[in-house]
């Protein structure tokens, strides 16, 4: 079946520095690809759209200076947090369509600011 | 973001029994509604999903029933395991490609005891 293979899964990083999170679609090609934030005990929040060769979409009140998304291949989507805080710290998910209606998601990404 | 509603935020079963979450949603052009299975420190794995031209759908101990004119659907979990302890996220999504974002409910939290 159709895998996501998302790297680190978890990392620890100290205030104002910046981390780059991987999304790789294994066997097969994502033009689109989407990031969720999710804090604990709580829902999948998407925080934006990453389209293959062009800009992001980022939804309503998510920072895109901060969270920069890079999509250059169509098997590669990357999320970086730059200048991290405390706050930042959240459990990070990617997902892309192997098909027309289904999603895979990524196995996420623990990010811990210290 | 539009909205998908889902209730109870937290369900606890005794084992063999039967597990029911329901969710609601807004727009009428959502063609996708799947159900996700996520355990602590994981991303979502899907369970079953429906689309509105069917009522109902089965497989294994897993069953969707849609009610398009009520804009609701609902997971029903048969003989209920304990294994089955974790949290469930329904979800829905319109489209393919860029429009085919997929919006989550609140999420419940399934505990079912031995």
């Known amino acids: 079946g159709a895998v996501v293979s998302q790297h680190p899964s978890r990392v620890i990083c100290k205030s104002g520095t910046s981390v780059k999170i991987e999304c790789r679609s294994l066997?097969?090609?994502?033009?689109?690809m989407f990031w969720y934030r999710q804090f604990p005990k709580q829902s999948l929040m998407l925080m934006a759209t990453?389209?293959?060769?062009?800009?992001?979409?980022?939804e309503q009140g998510v920072e895109k200076d901060k969270f920069l998304i890079n999509h250059a291949s169509l098997t590669l989507s990357t999320l970086t947090v730059t200048s991290a805080h405390p706050e930042d710290s959240s459990f990070y998910i990617c997902?892309?369509?192997?098909?027309?209606?289904?999603?895979?998601f990524g196995s996420g990404t623990r990010l811990t600011v210290v | 973001q539009q909205q998908v509603k889902q209730s109870p935020q937290s369900l606890i079963v005794q084992k063999g029994g039967i597990s029911i979450i329901n969710c609601a949603y807004e727009?009428?052009?959502?063609?996708?509604f799947p159900w996700y299975q996520q355990f602590p420190g994981k991303g979502p794995a899907l369970l079953i999903a429906?689309?509105?031209?069917?009522s109902e759908k089965k497989e294994g101990r897993f069953t969707i029933s849609f009610n398009k004119s009520a804009k609701q659907f609902s997971l029903h979990i048969m003989d209920s395991q304990p294994g089955d302890s974790a949290t469930y996220f329904c979800?829905?999504?319109?489209?393919?490609?860029?429009?085919?974002?997929?919006?989550f409910g609140q999420g419940t939290t399934l505990q079912v005891k031995p």
């Open positions: 429906i689309r509105p031209d069917v």
């Open positions: 979800a829905a999504s319109q489209g393919s490609g860029n429009t085919g974002k997929l919006i």
């Open positions: 066997d097969f090609q994502a033009t689109t």
């Open positions: 727009n009428t052009a959502f063609d996708y």
């Open positions: 997902s892309a369509r192997p098909g027309f209606y289904g999603y895979t």
């Open positions: 990453s389209n293959e060769g062009s800009k992001a979409t980022y």
